[in-house]
């Protein structure tokens, strides 16, 4: 699976799959007072652009957060929540600009039912910070598992996050055309990064997303 993550907290940015290069230093900058903390779930909106045989799988676009202690990172607490594709307008709208050949842009939003979850861990993590201030750390992030229809098409295979954290904010970059081929590993080779999306997986005869 392809795997996009990003992860905010206090201060910082930084990104899996070693793709820190690709974070924008406006994202950076735009996010340098962001609380993972106190962000209203029901605001939050993510997106990723993706080669147009590409495609997201289903509930594969997460919501994970998180909290740990100095020296605790292995008993880190953490919650996963898939998010839910928006088609709205409001959601939609602003991401026409994003748009490039060769490409479609998804938009996703938490969904409803899991606010409640989201916010308990959000003042869980509020009140051991305040417990241990200066010791207690958090994570916010977002991730995106990608399935493609068909054979890879040629070229580079970019990919490119979005965040919004405020319903009447922008869209910020967070990782910025990230190359699937790069990423690649002989471990993890790109047939199993991006595999063919289930249903058309028996039409073919090859085998087949801020720490501080």
């Known amino acids: 699976m392809s795997r996009i993550f990003s992860r905010l ?25 962001f609380d993972a903390a106190s962000v209203d779930p029901a605001a939050l909106r993510a997106a990723v652009r993706l080669p147009e045989t590409f495609e997201p799988q289903r509930g594969g676009v997460t919501l994970k957060i998180g909290w740990w202690r100095d020296g605790e ?7 996963i929540f898939a998010l839910k594709e ?4 409001e959601d939609v709208a602003p991401l026409a600009g994003e ?8 938009a ?22 305040a417990r241990d201030p200066g010791k207690t750390h958090g994570s916010f992030g977002v991730g995106a598992d990608a399935c493609r229809r068909g054979d890879f098409p040629t070229g580079p295979l970019l990919t490119t996050t979005y965040l919004r954290t ?3 904010g922008p869209y910020l970059t ?3 055309n990230l190359n699937m081929r790069e990423a ?5 080779p790109l047939d199993a990064l991006v595999p063919l999306c289930e249903k058309f997986s028996n039409h073919t005869a090859t085998p087949m997303v801020v720490n501080r």
Request: aromatic letters at 6%; hydrophobic letters at 40%.
């Open 9 to 33: 907290s206090g201060l910082a940015l930084a990104a899996a799959m070693s793709a820190c290069s690709h974070v924008p230093v406006s994202t950076m900058w735009a996010l340098r007072n």
């Open 73 to 79: 990172e292995n008993a880190k607490h953490e919650m």
């Open 99 to 106: 748009k490039t050949a060769g490409t479609r842009i998804y």
């Open 86 to 89: 928006t088609t709205a307008p």
């Open 166 to 168: 405020e319903p009447s």
């Open 184 to 188: 690649a590993t002989k471990e993890k």
């Open 174 to 176: 967070v990782l910025k």
């Open 108 to 129: 996703f939003r938490v969904d409803p039912a899991d606010y409640a979850a989201i916010r308990a861990r959000q003042e869980e993590f509020r009140e051991e910070k």
